[in-house]
């Protein structure tokens, strides 16, 4: 982790619930936290959407592309435990 930034958890769930509108269309009406995962660099929610479909969403730290990349290739594939990144908008 090479940088830290003190924003509030109100905050970041804010920041996260605009993101999800604005990059992906997603509207959101709940929000949750998973405590899940051994990487330090990541924060992982729940989200509900007001159709109640569901999503998995996990902010990771710093630069991720090859793993975006290889996540799609493995679900393409046809490997059932893959969730696929959804692309923006």
């Known amino acids: ?3 830290k930034t003190n924003i509030s958890s ?3 769930e804010q920041l996260v619930i605009s993101s999800l509108k604005n990059s992906y269309g ?3 009406i709940n929000l949750i936290s998973l405590p ?3 990487d330090a660099n ?3 929610y729940k989200v509900q959407a007001p159709d109640q479909a569901a999503y998995f969403v996990k902010l990771k730290r710093g ?3 090859i793993s975006v990349n290889l996540q ?4 393409d594939a ?12």
């Open 1 to 3: 982790m090479s940088k």
């Open 10 to 12: 109100i905050d970041r």
């Open 26 to 28: 997603i509207d959101v």
């Open 36 to 38: 899940l995962g051994a």
């Open 42 to 44: 990541a924060l992982v």
């Open 63 to 65: 630069q991720h592309d």
């Open 72 to 75: 799609l290739l493995f679900h």
């Open 78 to 89: 046809g490997i059932k435990e893959i969730i696929a990144p959804i692309k923006t908008l």
